[in-house]
């Protein structure tokens, strides 16, 4: 459940990235409500995941899928660049992230 946990807290966190942004574009209290709501959840999934697994383990995935996210929803969200080597180096945190999985 631990994993699960962690995973669902980098996903929330890619969202609350993603509300960064919307809220740069559109000062709404939506977006902030929106934005808050999203890194709450981050954390609170992260600190429940962090009662079983390592904290290093935890936070380097949890960064790892964050960063992961926000640069591919960047990509198909907001026109950002999908040159080969950001792919690459995409592919390389989430290799890193499951060789953690795998070790831990």
């Known amino acids: 459940m631990a994993w699960i946990s ?11 990235v993603i ?6 574009k559109d000062p709404k209290w939506q977006s902030i409500f929106l ?5 709450g959840a981050s954390f609170i999934f992260l600190a429940y995941s962090m009662e079983t ?6 936070y380097a995935i949890w960064t790892g899928i964050g960063a992961s996210g926000g640069a591919i929803l960047g990509m198909i969200l907001y026109d950002e ?9 995409i ?13 831990s």
């Open 6 to 16: 962690l995973i669902l807290a980098g996903m929330f966190e890619t969202f609350g």
């Open 19 to 24: 509300m960064i942004n919307r809220f740069h």
């Open 35 to 39: 934005l808050i709501l999203g890194f």
């Open 53 to 58: 697994l390592p904290m290093g383990t935890a």
């Open 81 to 89: 660049s999908k040159d080969w080597r950001r792919l690459v180096f």
């Open 91 to 103: 592919g390389m945190v989430l290799s890193a992230a499951i060789g953690l999985k795998l070790v």
